[in-house]
């Protein structure tokens, strides 16, 4: 309980101190590079104060391309700081538009490069993950296409739509299985525990060249597969 307490209490304190500057930055400096500085200090802050491990295999794949799409499992908030922190920078999440809506929290997600999608209108979300790739920031854009965290570990039927979205985008697929961040803290609960994070960063896809065998239903298929071979591993 003491961990937790002063883990929300830091990460309290970060957000009161550091989240305007952040949010300033973010519109100041179209780079992104202070924002990401910020970001990997409240993420490192954060993951010493819950003394969590983290053991990555095949991460020299990630840095194979400038620009590419990770696809992973979702277990718990701790996911997005885990991966923060392996890429060294603050990706491109993806986003529901009703999310930049919230006072203060749309401002932080817009300096953040979240992307902001309607989900009710692939074309319009088609063209704002063009846009944010077309500002060279070279940055992977992350999509967690469970929906939601895992409540047992085991991996969730993925949501079609917005993979078949990416996939339109023509970069090149790297799946990713996170493995430990759901006994850090599991969905539902605030507490937070000491624990160690297994990453598994996969082959890559080339999604264009795939595409010309297989069905778009058939590589979603594929890329659930490979990330699910891991995942029952450990679940």
């Not at 039927?157 to 339109?168: A, S, T």
Request: aromatic residues 10%; hydrophobic residues 45%.
């Amino acid at each position: 309980m003491v961990r937790t307490g002063i883990f929300w209490f830091v990460c309290a304190l970060i957000v009161l101190i550091l989240g305007p500057v952040f949010v300033l930055l973010g519109y100041i400096d179209k780079s992104k590079r202070t924002t990401d500085i910020l970001a990997l200090f409240w993420v490192n802050t954060l993951l010493f104060i819950a003394s969590t491990e983290i053991d990555v295999r095949d991460g020299r794949r990630l840095k194979l391309y400038d620009q590419y799409i990770i696809v992973s499992n979702h277990l718990s908030y701790f996911d997005i700081f885990v991966l923060i922190k392996l890429l060294g920078k603050v990706p491109h999440f993806l986003a529901k538009k009703e999310l930049f809506r919230i006072p203060i929290f749309g401002w932080c997600l817009r300096a953040a490069s979240v992307i902001e999608i309607d989900r009710e209108n692939p074309n319009i979300a088609l063209k704002s993950i063009k846009s944010a790739l077309r500002k060279g920031l070279h940055k992977p854009i992350v999509i967690y296409p469970e929906g939601t965290r895992s409540n047992t570990g085991k991996l969730q039927p993925f949501k079609k739509k917005g993979l078949k979205l990416l996939f339109k985008v023509g970069l090149p697929v790297i799946p990713i299985v996170v493995v430990g961040t759901r006994e850090i803290m599991p969905k539902g609960s605030y507490i937070v525990r000491k624990g160690r994070v297994k990453v598994f960063v996969l082959e890559p896809i080339d999604v264009s060249e795939r595409l010309r065998s297989v069905a778009e239903e058939d590589l979603i298929e594929e890329i659930r597969n490979r990330i699910n071979s891991i995942v029952e591993l450990y679940y």
